[in-house]
């Protein structure tokens, strides 16, 4: 079984930064993709930040030129780092990622447990 597990989130003065991690463990072949979400108030899920294999970056327009995503794929680990925090950043960011259980195994989508993210005005 294979999981992602997030951390870094908290309470932040707008203008602050924060660092978001996300590492996945279990039994993973090969991860495809990992991504961050994140789900504001009364709000849908939206994409935040995406990274392939291939180490192809994408933003939503909002969060472009503030937040950075990277990865460590020795580690299986994600990051996102939140630079320039608006209170409209605020939300429950979620981990995304796309992996391969074996050579032969279909992709299977995970997701983390989300961690908070509260930017104060």
């Known amino acids: 079984q294979a999981q992602l597990v997030e951390s870094g989130g908290g309470l932040v003065q707008a203008g602050g930064s924060l660092r978001l991690s996300c590492a996945a463990s279990?039994?993973?072949?090969?991860?495809?993709?990992m991504d961050w979400y994140r789900q504001a108030p009364g709000k849908e899920r939206e994409l935040v930040a995406a990274?392939?294999?291939?180490?192809?970056?994408n933003y939503a327009d909002s969060v472009k030129g503030r937040f950075t995503i990277s990865r460590d794929n020795a580690k299986n680990v994600v990051y996102l780092q939140m630079n320039s925090l608006k209170p409209e950043d605020t939300g429950v960011y979620y981990c995304?990622?796309?992996?391969?259980?074996?050579?032969?195994?279909?992709?299977?989508?995970?997701w983390g447990q989300g961690t908070q993210v509260s930017v104060s005005s």
């Open positions: 990274s392939s294999s291939g180490g192809n970056t």
């Open positions: 995304n990622a796309r992996i391969m259980r074996s050579r032969w195994a279909y992709e299977t989508t995970l």
């Open positions: 279990g039994t993973i072949f090969r991860i495809n993709a």
